[in-house]
Structure formats: C-alpha cells, structure tokens
C-alpha cells in the first residue's frame, strides 16, 4: 500500500478542476494506494501542505496545477525520497511537458498510478529561489510580472501581455560570468538560464537543455527591431531559436548575472523581484519525478498535437 498526496490548485491555468477528484479516485486504485486530496487556499499553501505530507512520511506527493504549483510542491521535496507527480492543469506547463507527461488529465493519472517510470532530475537555485524549469530577467520578467497582474490566464492573454510590453521595453546592459571564468557584457533583450527545454506551451527557449545534465543553459538574445519578432517567434516554437543571428547560447553549472537597476526576475513563470546581482547554480539529482521514459522525437510529436488542441480551445473560449 503506498500512500499517496495529491495537492490541486483550483485556480491556475484554463482547464476545469471539477472532475480531478472523481478521476483521481477511480484510477488510483484504493488496494494499492492510500490517497489524499488537498486544495490549496493561496500562495505558499502547496509548499505548506507538501511539508504536511513529508512529516506524514508519503511515498508520493502529486502537484495538480501550473508550473508556480509544481515548483512549490518540487522545491519542498528536493533531496527527500518521496516522489513527485504532476498532473498539469496550469497555462504552459513547462515542466510537465518537458518531461513527457500527458497534458490530458486522464492520462497524465494514469501514468501516476503505474508509477514504474522514476527519473531523478536536477534543480537550480536563482539567489536562493528554487526552479526546475526557467529563471531569467529581461523582457519575459517583465511579461511575467504583467501576466501575474491579469485576472486571465492561458496562451492568449501571456500574447497579449507580451504585445503591449514589446511596444515599450527598453533593453538593458548586463555583465554575465560563467563558471569557467568567461565573463560577458552585453545589451540584452533577455536572459534565460534554462534547467529545462521549454517556457511552457512548447516555447522552446533553450532546445537542448537537459534537466539530468548538471549544467544550466543559458540563452541571451540582443535588442530586436520590429522584424526580428516573427521569424525569433517562429524558431522559439520550432526548437531553432538558437540559430538565430541574435541569440548566443552557452552551458554552464553557475552564472553571475550583474545589471544596473533591480527589477523583475522569473523563476518557473513566476514573478519575483531581484536586485542588481543574481547569482545561479545547479544542483545535480536533487528531485525523483514519474516521467515516461520515451525519445525526444516521441516527446516532440506528443507535445506538439497536445498544443495544438490546447490552442484552439483557448482561442474559442476566450
């Protein structure tokens, strides 16, 4: 019998929450698995309720919600010997689909209930702040820190915060050390450190990122003009983005981010205030998750038809 808590977020991302309960109860099967189900009821609660689970001494812990409920769920396991699951109802659902997990509910269960595919991922801290996905400043910090002010959620209000934040931003200057001892100073739009592949949505911002590797991808594009928008657009959805002329790619397990005025930083999609230096490591094997062990050409097809049914729905609802 192993014991099972699963940890839902009512309201991120588009998706209705209604029948996760009932899904939940069916297909984990009570003579193997001992589950409870707990909503949280604001920010910081998922963290508060997987310490809950851990003192309870829980096999799995599950994150039924966006990449801000995982993370939170994530950063409270890393180094126990519970088990994350995800069950990904947010709006990019960037890890989830890094990994290969299901984005429909009923099979991303389903894949927790045969919990035979462990994998053991690393994570990185940002000045502290835990992720597992993205942690960047720039223009997307900026977008973040807009979107998480909207009271609606999905792809295509992200576009829209994007939009009106494009017509304004100013790029600003950075001085970027790897850990190698190479150091940069560079005007950029943006500045993505990536422990994963992708934003969410299947924005794929450093393609070649593996989150088993120990080093962090870091991706800096220069200032762009109007033009540049479409074709960076393109390659950031094709997995290309980083043969674009403007865009310089590097790996490293610590960076040094030095910019001349404090501002937003985004860790996991989320919005935080950061000063005027940030620094950022990789921590190796620090978190076991349920993933399907499939090739990235499966992962690709899969995540690709998933986006866009997803798509297609927002647009009609919205």
Known sequence: MKKISVIVNPISGTISKDNISKLINRLLHPQTFQTEIFYTQCAGHASVLTQQALNKGVDYIVAAGGDGTVNEVARAMVHTSATLGIIPVGSGNGLARDLGIPMDIKKAIELIAQAQYTQVIDYCKANEHIFFCTCGVGFDAVVSEKFSESKKRGSISYAKSAIAEYL???????EITLDEGTTLKEEAFLITCANA????????IAPDANNRDGLMDIVIVAPINPLDVGP??????TK??????????????????????????HVDGESLHAGTEILLKTIPAGL?????LKTNKQRTLQNQLENIHLFFREIFND
Do not use: C, E, W
């Open 232 to 237: 960076l657009t393109i390659q950031l959805f």
């Open 288 to 292: 076991r998750v349920i993933a399907p």
């Open 168 to 174: 304004k931003f100013k790029p600003d200057v950075y």
């Open 240 to 265: 290309q983005i980083i043969n674009n002329q403007r865009v310089s790619y590097y790996r490293s397990s610590k960076v040094t981010i030095k910019r001349n005025h404090p501002g937003p930083m």
């Open 197 to 204: 592949s992708q934003y969410g949505n299947n924005a794929y």
